[in-house]
C-alpha cells in the first residue's frame, strides 16, 4: 500500500509540474483575453441589451460606454485577440447561455478567415476560459479536426508552447490584474490613448471578393442562433489602414438575410476619424476614434431598434459597476 501510495503521489507531483509548466510557456499576449472573458461571466444574468462580438478591431475599436453615455444603450464589449469568424460564433453561443441581448454587434474585418485544420495557437488557447459547452466542442472540432495531439496540447500546453521557454520574462510567471479592472469599468472595451499616424486607401479602390462556403456556413449559424433567441443582427467593419474585400459581399448577405451591415470605411469622414490622431497603429482605433465610432453606432441603434434608456434605472452596471 505504501509504494501504490508513494506511485500516486509521483504521479500527481508530475502531472501538476507538467500543468504548471504549461501555464509558464503560455503566450503571454493571451492573458488580457482570458481577462476578458473572466470579467465578462461575472456579469449579472440578462444585464445587457448590445454585445459586441469580434476581434482587437472590436475589442479596441468601439467604446461602447459612449453609446450609454449619450442614448442610455446597455452595451458591452465581449471581443478580443484575433477573432476568426468562427471563434466570434463561440463567443455568441457563450454569451447566450447568461445574457439575452436584443442586438448582436458584430465586426467582420475576419469574415472569410475561420480557424480550420489548424494546430494550436493563441486564438485558440484562450478559449480555454469559456466553459465547456456542445458549441465549444464543435468549435474545437472545426480547428482541430480528429487530430488528437491537436487535442493534447490544448489541454496540455507544455506539448505546443515549450519552446517558449527561451522567452520567458517575468510576465511569465505572473498575471497581471491590471485590464480585469479596467474591462469592468470600460464594459470590456481596451482602450488606449496612444497615437500613431496611418494612410488610409480610398475605399473605392478596394478589390471587393465573395464569401466562401465555410464563411457562409458559419454566418448562417450566427444569423440563425441570434433570431432563434430574438436577437437582431448588426454586422460591421471598421476601418484600419488596409484593403478590406468583402464589403459589398456582407451588404449583400446582410440584405438577403435579415441583417444589416455598416462598412465604416465609408463612413470614415463622415464620422470625422482623423488618420493622424484617431488610431493606436495601423489596424486599429484609439479611445478618441473608437468613441466616435461608438457615438455614430449609437444614433444608428437608437434610430432603429427599441432599446431602454438604462440611464433612468437606478443603480445600474454602467454606473456603479458589477
Request: hydrophobic share 35%; charged share 25%.
Amino acid at each position: 500500500m505504501k509504494k501504490i501510495l508513494m506511485s500516486f503521489i509521483c504521479l500527481f507531483l508530475t502531472f501538476s509540474m507538467i500543468l504548471y509548466l504549461g501555464k509558464l510557456v503560455r503566450p503571454t499576449d493571451t492573458d488580457d483575453d482570458f481577462l476578458a472573458i473572466r470579467t465578462f461571466h461575472e456579469l449579472p444574468e440578462d444585464s445587457v441589451d448590445v454585445i459586441v462580438y469580434g476581434s482587437s478591431h472590436a475589442w479596441k475599436g468601439i467604446n461602447v460606454k459612449k453609446m450609454y453615455e449619450d442614448y442610455g444603450i446597455g452595451a458591452y464589449n465581449y471581443a478580443t485577440n484575433w477573432q476568426k469568424i468562427n471563434t466570434s460564433a463561440l463567443f455568441l453561443h457563450d454569451s447566450l447561455r447568461t445574457q439575452s441581448p436584443k442586438i448582436a454587434l458584430i465586426e467582420t474585418v475576419f469574415v472569410d478567415d475561420p480557424k480550420m485544420d489548424s494546430d494550436l495557437d493563441g486564438e485558440i488557447y484562450y478559449t480555454k476560459a469559456i466553459p465547456y459547452s456542445s458549441d465549444k466542442a464543435a468549435y474545437l472540432k472545426q480547428c482541430f479536426g480528429d487530430h488528437l495531439g491537436r487535442y493534447v496540447s490544448y489541454y496540455l500546453p507544455l506539448v505546443a508552447f515549450h519552446e517558449n521557454r527561451e522567452n520567458l520574462t517575468e510576465y511569465s510567471f505572473r498575471e497581471g490584474l491590471q485590464w480585469y479592472f479596467d474591462f469592468k469599468s470600460t464594459m470590456g472595451f481596451r482602450s488606449s490613448d496612444i497615437i500613431n499616424p496611418v494612410v488610409l486607401t480610398d475605399w473605392t479602390s478596394f478589390e471587393q471578393k465573395p464569401l466562401s462556403e465555410e464563411a457562409m456556413n458559419i454566418l448562417n449559424d450566427i444569423v440563425k442562433t441570434c433570431h432563434e433567441s430574438g436577437t437582431d443582427v448588426v454586422f460591421y467593419t471598421a476601418p484600419y489602414e488596409g484593403e478590406y474585400c468583402y464589403g459589398d459581399a456582407m451588404a449583400q448577405y446582410a440584405s438577403e438575410n435579415g441583417c444589416s451591415y455598416i462598412d465604416f470605411f465609408k463612413l470614415v469622414d463622415e464620422l470625422g476619424i482623423d488618420p493622424d490622431s484617431d488610431f493606436q497603429d495601423a489596424g486599429h482605433l484609439n479611445t478618441s476614434g473608437s468613441t466616435k465610432l461608438a457615438a455614430y453606432m449609437g444614433t444608428y441603434l437608437h434610430e432603429h431598434f427599441e432599446l431602454p434608456d438604462r440611464r433612468l434605472q437606478e443603480d445600474n452596471i454602467w454606473e456603479v459597476g458589477f
